[in-house]
Nanobody, 123 residues
Framework: VQLQASGGGLVQAGGSLRLSCAAS????????IAWFRQAPGKEREFVSV????????YYADSVKGRFTISRDNAKNTVHLQMNSLKPEDTAVYYC?????????????????WGQGTQVTVSS
């Protein structure tokens, strides 16, 4: 499967953005999908993950209550709705997929990655 992330941009603190992860060359419903982010000079960090059927979702403590992950398998798309954005949310956001095994927040466990989309939150 090939993944493509989109929807990033520049937004003021307190604003919202909706990221999308679209799949091609494969069926998205076969994959657990997660979002990670990486700020300059920092390691890639887990943001959120959703099960194959969308019934289970998990979030990093830093985004819990502000971000919502969802998926539309019929449209081969996963979304990350980001509300109440903070300057510390500024990063390149990546969607990633894994076909087998349990949910995990470890980047190394994901074999499929999108190209990333930049999110910049100004104060």
């Amino acid at each position: 499967v090939q993944l493509q992330a989109s929807g990033g941009g520049l937004v003021q603190a307190g604003g919202s953005l909706r990221l999308s992860c679209a799949a091609s060359r494969g069926t998205l419903s076969n994959y657990i999908i997660a979002w990670f982010r990486q700020a300059p000079g920092k390691e890639r960090e887990f943001v959120s993950v959703i099960t194959k059927n969308g019934a289970g979702t998990y979030y990093a403590d830093s985004v819990k209550g502000r971000f919502t992950i969802s998926r539309d398998n019929a449209k081969n798309t996963v979304h990350l709705q980001m509300n109440s954005l903070k300057p510390e949310d500024t990063a390149v956001y990546y969607c990633a997929g894994k076909g087998l095994g349990p949910l995990t927040n470890a980047p190394a466990e994901y074999g499929y990655w999108g190209q990333g989309t930049q999110v910049t939150v100004s104060s």
